[in-house]
Antibody
Framework: EVKLVESGGGLVQPGRSLKLSCAASGFNFNDYWMGWVRQAPGKGLEWIGE????????NYTPSLKDKFTISRDNAQNTLYLQMSKLGSEDTAIYYC????????WGQGVMVTVSS | DVVMTQTPVSLPVSLGGQASISCRSS???????????LHWYLQKPGQSPQLLIY???NRFSGVPDRFSGSGSGTDFTLKISRVEPEDLGDYYCLQSTHFPRTFGGGTKLELK
């Protein structure tokens, strides 16, 4: 069974950083592109970016590029999202998803940016 | 960026009835490899999105045949026949032909 489990969310003060993790199981992690998507409260879905199998290609939605860094550790079957200089506009549920077609999603992790 | 315009925003339906959702892109979604990377998702209340249809018309594993996708180029449609209670929620289209990937704004399928 394909399983993606995000962790690392919570309450963070404006201007601070946070790193999310996505633990993958049930498939060969090394064989798939992975992506991050977020959803602000009551809003639609927003694609943050994606990383290819060996981390040689990482793409970000241009408006978010300066705030996020995506990485992965294939030995640990884990995807990461480093977030910096967070603002209230970054309050959202953050999802990891498998492949560019986002065929499987994690349950999401809430990040709340507030003082 | 490719803009995905999804209509309607809200779609009241009766159980057992049919629903149709449109997704239009600001440019063609045909990739240079000939494939069209347009996908449909359902997000039930309090849950993660789940893939229903990939590459325009292919039902994902376990998705009932009440769901069907069609279209080409810039104009795509998701149809749901014989709507059941578990079909209610927010529907999104996603294009992954072009970078950055972009979602439609969503359609809320609700009971009439």
């Amino acid at each position: 069974e394909v399983k993606l489990v995000e962790s690392g969310g919570g309450l963070v003060q404006p201007g601070r950083s946070l790193k999310l993790s996505c633990a993958a199981s049930g498939f060969n992690f090394n064989d798939y592109w992975m992506g991050w998507v977020r959803q602000a409260p009551g809003k639609g879905l927003e694609w943050i970016g994606e990383i290819n199998k060996d981390s040689s290609t990482i793409n970000y939605t241009p408006s978010l590029k300066d705030k996020f860094t995506i990485s992965r550790d294939n030995a640990q079957n884990t995807l990461y999202l480093q977030m910096s200089k967070l603002g209230s506009e970054d309050t959202a549920i953050y999802y990891c998803a498998r492949s560019l077609g986002a065929d499987y999603w994690g349950q999401g992790v809430m990040v709340t940016v507030s003082s | 960026d490719v803009v995905m315009t999804q209509t309607p925003v809200s779609l009241p339906v009766s159980l057992g009835g049919q629903a149709s959702i449109s997704c239009r892109s600001s440019q063609s979604l045909v990739h240079s490899n000939g494939n069209t990377y347009l996908h449909w998702y359902l997000q039930k209340p309090g849950q993660s999105p789940q893939l229903l249809i990939y590459r325009v018309s292919n039902r994902f594993s376990g998705v009932p045949d009440r769901f069907s996708g069609s279209g080409s180029g810039t104009d795509f449609t998701l149809k749901i026949s014989r709507v059941e209670p578990e079909d209610l929620g927010d529907y999104y289209c996603l294009q992954s032909t072009h970078f950055p990937r972009t979602f439609g704004g969503g359609t809320k399928l609700e009971l009439k």
